[in-house]
């Protein structure tokens, strides 16, 4: 399954990039984190594994993240006509996936973000896969959508579900 979604962001793309990496602030926009860890390398750079827990309910979702691309390596200077590019593939019971991740600069103060998502399924997950695929495109807009409104507004979504 592939599918890709984008949003535009009303700050500069080197503010975007930095709250993104900054892991202190993965909590108040991806909702549903309980923790990630890395494992193995430093956070955010190449070849890095993380242990990543998510909980959405009762239900409990424990995978594997490793960065599989950062271009540039050096984000702190990026000519504004260049693409920069975030990879990642994450493994869990039964479902691989990768997400391939664009920021583009549209302006002094706009940026667009890219997200285009393949998984593939094995055992049961196979079976049920095609008839979710709405539920993981809704998904991952929402993650966006959180990350939109933490970036522009100071929304944490541990606070709006109280």
Not at 15 to 25: C, F, G, N, S
Not at 78 to 91: L, N, Q, W, Y
């Amino acid at each position: 399954m592939r599918y890709t979604v984008s949003i535009e962001i009303a700050l500069p793309r080197e503010r975007v990039i930095q709250l993104l990496e900054d892991p202190t602030h993965r909590p108040k926009w991806l909702r549903g984190l309980v923790s990630h860890e890395p494992v193995r390398g430093e956070d955010g750079q190449v070849g890095t594994e993380s242990r990543v827990v998510f909980r959405s309910g009762q239900q409990t979702m424990e995978c594997t993240e490793t960065i599989t691309r950062r271009e540039p390596a050096d984000l702190r200077r990026v000519p504004t006509d260049r693409v920069v590019h975030f990879e990642r593939e994450i493994t869990a019971d039964g479902m691989w996936n990768a997400a391939r991740e664009q920021l583009t600069e549209v302006g002094p103060e706009s940026t667009l973000w890219v997200s285009e998502n393949e998984y593939r399924f094995t055992g049961p997950m196979r079976l049920a896969a095609p008839f979710m695929r709405g539920v993981f495109i809704k998904q991952s807009r929402q993650h966006m959508q959180d990350f939109k409104a933490f970036t522009e507004q100071g929304t944490d979504v541990r606070e709006a579900g109280r």
